[in-house]
Structures are given as C-alpha cells and as structure tokens.
C-alpha cells in the first residue's frame, strides 16, 4: 500500500529537490536539453482548402441559402460558386445544365447537332468541384501579377519603363514611347485588332461591339503577330469602333479594353525573362498557391513555346483554385518559408481607386458601385467572358468565384490550343462555354448581385 504524504512532508519535499537535496552529497541534477529546431513553415495557401460552416464565419444560414440560390438560377448557366472567408470554405454550390437551360439552346442553336437538347445536356452533365472551369479574360489578372514578378525579379526595372525594351518592334517609332503601365491599364492608344469570322484575318475592328469586348481575335491561328504590329489610334478622328453609333472620335490617353494589350504583355514576359509565360507561372504562381492550370495557346508551331500563350484569356482550372489566387491578394502576396513575395505590387492592385487598372476591375461595395476616395470598402474583381468572376473583399475577408458551365472542345488535338472552325466544332478546340461562346444568349447572372446576398447573410459580428 502506498504510503500516505500529508501537505507539510509534500513542502519540504518539493524544497528539498529545489535545493538539490534528498539524495545527499552534491550531485548534479540539472539536465541539458536539446536545442530545439524552429517550427517547420506552414505556408497560407491550402493545397486543400479547411471548411467552417455558415454560422461558424459568421454568416446566417438561410440568407446564405438564398444567395446561392440566386447564383445558380436556372437561366443563369453557372457551373460554380465558391465563397471563402477567412481562409476556409464555407459554401460551394457546382450543377451541369438544366433541362430548361439546354432546351432553350437547342431551340436557338446554329450548330446542326445543337438543335437537340440532348446535345447539350451530354456536353454539360454534372458538375463538381474538380471538374474544368475557365478564365476567359480573368487571365488579365493573372497576367499581370505575373508581371509584377518579373519585376520584382528584376527582369523588368518597372512598369513604367519602356515596353519597346522588350517589344523591339516598336523601337524605331513613337510606339518607343509606350510603357508596360499603358498596356497594363489598356491605355497604350494603338488601334484595336479583330479577326475575320469568315477568313480568320486580323485586321482594325470593324464595329463597337467587336472592340469594347477587347477585339475578337480567336479566329487567327496567329495571336500575337498582329497585336504587336499595330499603329496608334490618331486623336480626333472618327472610327467605327469608337461608339456604340459607329461614328465616335479617338481621345488619346483613354480607356480602351483591348485583348492586343495583353496579349504582348505576354510576350514581354518571355522576352524579358526568357521563359514562356506558362512555365513562369507554373513555378512562380501555380506551384507556390497549390494550384493545377492548364493555359491555353495560339495555333502557330513557332512562338513562345509552339504557340504563342493567350494571357488575355483562356486559364482552365478549378473554382477552388480560383478562389486561391484571390486569397493570396487578401494576404498581400505570396508567402513562403523567406517571407512574403511581390507584396508592393498586389497593395497597388488592393488600393486601386480607378474602374480599371493593372487588368483588374475595381468597385465599391454599394450602389452605385462606382470606387471614389469616399468609398470605404473596394472590392477588386476579376471579370471574364460568359461570367468568370473572382472577387476580394477586403473589409470582409470574403473571396467569392462564379464561373459558367464549360468543357475544353479538343477535337483538332489533345493539346489545348485554340483552333476555332465557326460552326464546325468536329474539326475544332475551342473554350467551349455557355452561353455566348457556344452562339446563346447572354446570361443576366450579375456578380454584384450576388455579392451583396452574401454580404448580406453576414450577421454584424461577423
């Protein structure tokens, strides 16, 4: 049977060992410990995102319901909507097409085998959460992040030097005087270029509708040739593409959204730091973020890796890794175990106070929507074609992707580049979403909408 230890003996025991007694002698009881090794480095940005449920981000569960709802209303054609709040997953909602959604495409539909619903509906079944999605222009904003690595990188001095350093086209001309922020905020003022539906040839854009989308160049096999050799817009005259009624002047130093200025952004990456704009952002971007990308090209042999990359456009992944690439902007870069990377560029991008600039989008958290100095809350968004939106809010620590309904069309080749046949897709690869890349009508799904149903369920301490 133990023996029993009252409190006064268990004192003097415990004074006794504190003043090396109890044993006898002199002998040395301190014991040398190891010197430990610093914690391992758990970088931010998941491989897998962590999950918390509605009420425990601080949301109410009903109003979050009804926002989702609302972002996957039949008509809509999404495909995914993900929301990410501090960190962790809190909803996810992924659907194929709806029987109303493909009978009315084929009700509609141009292409032969698409005026049966059931064409549609084996294209577009089920959806989850690995399936493809796309970027259409969201790549704009990855482009230029990419960018502003190479810059920190040192491979660009800064965005405002001259982009004819790289683009040695433009050297001999007043196209010397262009800078890498021009192009950057779609200010470069050279004449938009738009291909040929019927013979793919790049040339002016013809009409408004045409060049206020960027200038539809996917019909040329060649992308970038004809965006680089462009001429300046002239101040004053009178072009088609200019207004809505075809008969608007040039202002110099405007805003026009242009695909071509993206498109040699691309280029001056790889001129700059001798890799193709996809292996840049594999190892700089992609990998670091844990994110899986497949970037689409032009249909040339030569170029910057055989074929020139689209990085106006056209960046296959997940909504789940979307919605990384607007957390690292919520954390104000790329953080790894030597400290945060690229953080000065991503802060210019986060205070950004015009509509757009850097290839992002920019507006405030209310009606109107426009960004002021007066505006408390900016959210940044990525804005692409039929609807792929990554937005940040900052205030909230809120990332919210919506994309449509997609399927890579790879019936030229197992290779994702860009091969567009109009009206043959047989004989075609083709970002294939829905509705107006495959010839529907366009979805009255709105970002802002569903923006402010989500910050609505957020309840005040939240």
């Not at 905020?185 to 738009?194: A, E, T, V």
């Not at 971007?285 to 090209?297: G, I, S």
């Not at 509705?435 to 979805?443: I, T």
Request: aromatic letters at 10%.
């Amino acid at each position: 049977m133990r023996p029993h230890l009252s409190l006064s003996s268990l004192l003097i025991f415990a004074i006794l060992t504190a003043c090396g007694g109890g044993g006898g002698g002199s002998t040395d009881t301190s014991v040398t410990v190891p010197p430990s090794s610093p914690p391992a480095f758990e970088s931010p940005h998941p491989d897998i995102w962590e999950t918390a449920s509605a009420s425990e981000a601080g949301f109410d569960e009903d109003a979050l319901d009804s926002a989702f709802e609302y972002a996957v209303t039949d008509g809509f054609y999404t495909q995914a909507a993900v929301l990410i709040k501090d960190g962790k997953l809190v909803r996810e909602r992924y659907r194929g097409i709806t029987d109303a959604e493909a009978a009315g495409l084929a009700a509609i539909s141009s292409l032969p085998e698409g005026q049966n619903a059931g064409y549609w509906q084996n294209l577009y079944s089920d959806r989850d959460a690995a399936s493809a999605v796309t970027s259409w222009s969201t790549a704009k904003s990855f482009t230029s992040l990419l960018i502003g690595m190479a810059i920190e990188q040192g491979a660009i001095q800064s965005a405002s030097q001259s982009a004819s350093d790289f683009i040695d086209e433009w050297e001999a001309d007043d196209r010397a005087n262009i800078t890498i922020q021009q192009l950057l905020d779609m200010r470069s003022g050279l004449i938009p270029k738009c291909s040929s539906f019927e013979s793919a040839a790049v040339g002016e854009c013809r009409d408004y509708p045409s060049a206020s989308s960027g200038g539809n160049i996917v019909y040329a096999a060649d992308q970038l040739s004809q965006c680089i050799d462009r001429e300046f817009a002239v101040p004053g005259t009178s072009y088609p593409w200019v207004s809505p009624q075809g008969d608007g002047a040039y202002e110099a130093g405007q805003f026009y959204y242009s695909n071509c200025d993206t498109q040699v952004l691309g280029e001056i990456i790889f001129r700059a730091t001798g890799q193709d704009p996809g292996l840049f952002a594999q190892q700089n971007l992609f990998e670091p973020l844990n994110m899986e990308a497949d970037w689409w090209r032009d249909d040339v042999e030569t170029g910057q890796a055989n074929g020139n990359y689209l990085t106006y456009c056209c960046l296959d992944s997940t909504a789940q890794d979307f919605a990384k690439f607007g957390y690292m902007l919520l954390l104000g870069g790329i953080e790894t175990s030597e400290g945060q990377s690229y953080a000065s560029y991503v802060s210019t991008i986060l205070a950004q106070q015009e509509t757009y600039q850097n290839q992002f989008w920019a507006y405030c958290d209310g009606p109107p929507f426009s960004v002021s100095t007066d505006c408390e809350n900016i959210l940044i968004v990525t804005v692409g074609f039929d609807g792929q939106y990554i937005l940040v809010d900052q205030k909230n620590d809120i990332v919210l992707v919506r994309t449509g309904l997609y399927v890579p069309i790879l019936n030229a080749s197992d290779d994702r580049k860009m091969r567009l046949k109009p009206l043959q897709l047989s004989a075609s690869n083709w970002v294939a979403s829905l509705p107006m890349a495959m010839l529907g009508p366009r979805s009255e799904f709105g970002i802002l909408e569903f923006y402010l149903a989500v910050a609505d369920a957020l309840q005040p301490d939240g």
